[in-house]
Structures are given as structure tokens and as C-alpha cells.
């Protein structure tokens, strides 16, 4: 698939609380290779112009682990938030125009079916972004999808923001997006600290281009499995299944 007119942000700088948070999350192997290493393989199917992979928390290692792939590194020297690391992204994007495609580096589940179809979406819709979006049963731990009367979304809720109500729903943020670039860091400037979490959250962004009425568009995925990322040991048991899976369809 020839698409030199995007690029790729992958997220990779916080570590995995629940995984104990003594080594970068995105580094524990499957297989024996790391999930960032899975996901790198998924994403360089779509060609991208250029893969930035941003650091942080043990960037050495990260960094050490992608030798001999062509990926940019960007560090975040101070963790504060999704929106501050795709920030941090600006100087190395400075010459390129056309789409973004920004994800977390802990969903190796992610395939490239998937990516496509957004892209596809985007461009079909002319969106300024586009939002994956997957219906769980368990949607504890994301971000809640709110879409108004006319079913088009409204905004993006985080769990720790949202009122019972809001907890209820089951569409999640899965966490994927597809920006034009441009308007992505036109209105990253323009995002406020989370008074909560004290981080700048990159759905705020999307909040702002509804609010300013961009262009917002989404695609629930029918394989929600693909979009949970690796939280917990026991999804680190499922995601060895199913690459185990893959290989026995080989």
C-alpha cells in the first residue's frame, strides 16, 4: 500500500503501573520481541513517510531494542499527558504535509486491516481527525465515546472525568487517531492542563475541533480485541495466544 502521505507518532514513553512499572512497557517481549516491535512491523505496512517514535521513561532501552529500524526518536523529558508527548512531535514533522496516524505502542493486537480501513475513512469523510472506536462490555480503564442526538460524536470522556452515567457507555476510545497535521498542532497550542491528572490530554484536541466545528469523524471496529492494550500479566497470557495463533496459520 503505497500512502507516502502519511506519517506515524507512536507513544512510548510512560511505563506500565500495572506491570509493576520497573521496565518500559512497550519493551515486554511476546514471542521474544518487544510489543513496540510488533507494532512497528504492523504500521510500516502502510509506507508512512516517516515513523516517530517518541521516549521517555527508559529511553536508552527503547532505543537500544529498535536498533537497525528506520524510526526518529523523540524524547518527552517530562511525562505530562498524550497531548504534550504528540507536542513534542512538532520539529520533526515540520516538513511534512498530510495526515497523521498517532497510536500507544502497547496495542501489538492492532493489524494493519484495521489502520486501512481508518485511513480510508478519513479521507472518504475529508475529516480532520478520525477516531477508532471499538463497543466492549468491560469499558472500565477508557476513555468513553459521547455522541449527541444525531449519533455524530460529541466528545471524548476519560474514565476519571466521567459521572456514573457517563461510565455506563460502552464505546470506548480505542485510542487511534488519524489527524491532518496541520490543524493537529495548530490546536495542540491551544489545550489547558488536566486539573486532575495534571497532564494535557490529546482528546482535548478532538473536544476543541468539535467545539470549533472541524470535521470529526469515527469507525467502530468490529474486532474490539484488537484495540486492548497490554495493561495486566494476564493480557500479556492472551496476546502470546493469539500471536501463537497467528504463527499456526502461517
Given at each position: 500500500?503505497?500512502?507516502n502521505d502519511?506519517a506515524?507518532?507512536?507513544?512510548?514513553?510512560?511505563y506500565?503501573?500495572?506491570l509493576?512499572?520497573?521496565?518500559?512497557k512497550?519493551?515486554?517481549?511476546?514471542l521474544?520481541k518487544?510489543l513496540?516491535?510488533?507494532?512497528?512491523?504492523?504500521?510500516?505496512k502502510c509506507?508512512p513517510e516517516?515513523?516517530?517514535?517518541?521516549v521517555?521513561?527508559?529511553?536508552?532501552?527503547?532505543?537500544?531494542?529498535?536498533?537497525?529500524?528506520?524510526?526518529v526518536?523523540?524524547e518527552?523529558?517530562?511525562?505530562?499527558?498524550?497531548?504534550h508527548a504528540v507536542m513534542?512531535?512538532?520539529?520533526?514533522?515540520?516538513?511534512?504535509?498530510?495526515?497523521?496516524?498517532?497510536l500507544?505502542g502497547?496495542?501489538?493486537?492492532?493489524?494493519?486491516?484495521?489502520?486501512?480501513?481508518l485511513?480510508?475513512?478519513?479521507n472518504?469523510t475529508?475529516?480532520?481527525?478520525?477516531v477508532?472506536?471499538?463497543?466492549?462490555?468491560?469499558?472500565?480503564?477508557y476513555?468513553?465515546?459521547?455522541r449527541?442526538?444525531?449519533?455524530?460524536i460529541?466528545?471524548?470522556?476519560e474514565?476519571?472525568n466521567?459521572?456514573?452515567?457517563e461510565k455506563?457507555?460502552?464505546?470506548?476510545?480505542?485510542?487511534?487517531?488519524?489527524?491532518?497535521?496541520e490543524?493537529l498542532?495548530e490546536?495542540?497550542?491551544h489545550?489547558?492542563?488536566?486539573?486532575?491528572?495534571?497532564?494535557?490530554?490529546?482528546?482535548?484536541?478532538i473536544?476543541?475541533?468539535?467545539k470549533t466545528g472541524?470535521?470529526?469523524?469515527t469507525?467502530?471496529?468490529p474486532?474490539?480485541?484488537?484495540?486492548?492494550?497490554?495493561?495486566?500479566h494476564?493480557?500479556?497470557?492472551?496476546?502470546?495466544?493469539?500471536f501463537?495463533?497467528?504463527r499456526r496459520?502461517?
Amino acid at each position: 500500500m503505497q500512502n507516502n502521505d502519511i506519517a506515524v507518532i507512536i507513544l512510548a514513553a510512560g511505563y506500565g503501573k500495572r506491570l509493576g512499572g520497573k521496565n518500559q512497557k512497550t519493551l515486554v517481549k511476546i514471542l521474544g520481541k518487544p510489543l513496540l516491535a510488533h507494532l512497528i512491523d504492523t504500521v510500516k505496512k502502510c509506507n508512512p513517510e516517516r515513523i516517530v517514535t517518541v521516549v521517555g521513561f527508559q529511553k536508552e532501552k527503547v532505543i537500544k531494542e529498535l536498533e537497525g529500524e528506520n524510526v526518529v526518536f523523540v524524547e518527552q523529558t517530562q511525562l505530562l499527558g498524550t497531548g504534550h508527548a504528540v507536542m513534542t512531535c512538532r520539529n520533526v514533522l515540520f516538513d511534512f504535509n498530510g495526515n497523521v496516524l498517532v497510536l500507544c505502542g502497547d496495542v501489538p493486537f492492532l493489524s494493519f486491516k484495521t489502520i486501512k480501513k481508518l485511513q480510508e475513512v478519513h479521507n472518504e469523510t475529508n475529516a480532520d481527525c478520525t477516531v477508532l472506536t471499538a463497543i466492549v462490555d468491560n469499558p472500565c480503564g477508557y476513555g468513553r465515546i459521547k455522541r449527541n442526538s444525531h449519533d455524530k460524536i460529541e466528545k471524548i470522556i476519560e474514565e476519571i472525568n466521567a459521572n456514573p452515567r457517563e461510565k455506563e457507555i460502552k464505546e470506548i476510545n480505542a485510542g487511534v487517531y488519524v489527524f491532518n497535521k496541520e490543524k493537529l498542532f495548530e490546536y495542540l497550542s491551544h489545550i489547558h492542563l488536566d486539573p486532575i491528572k495534571k497532564e494535557y490530554y490529546l482528546t482535548d484536541v478532538i473536544e476543541l475541533f468539535i467545539k470549533t466545528g472541524k470535521k470529526v469523524s469515527t469507525w467502530i471496529t468490529p474486532t474490539p480485541e484488537e484495540t486492548i492494550g497490554i495493561n495486566t500479566h494476564q493480557d500479556l497470557i492472551k496476546a502470546e495466544q493469539y500471536f501463537l495463533s497467528l504463527r499456526r496459520q502461517k
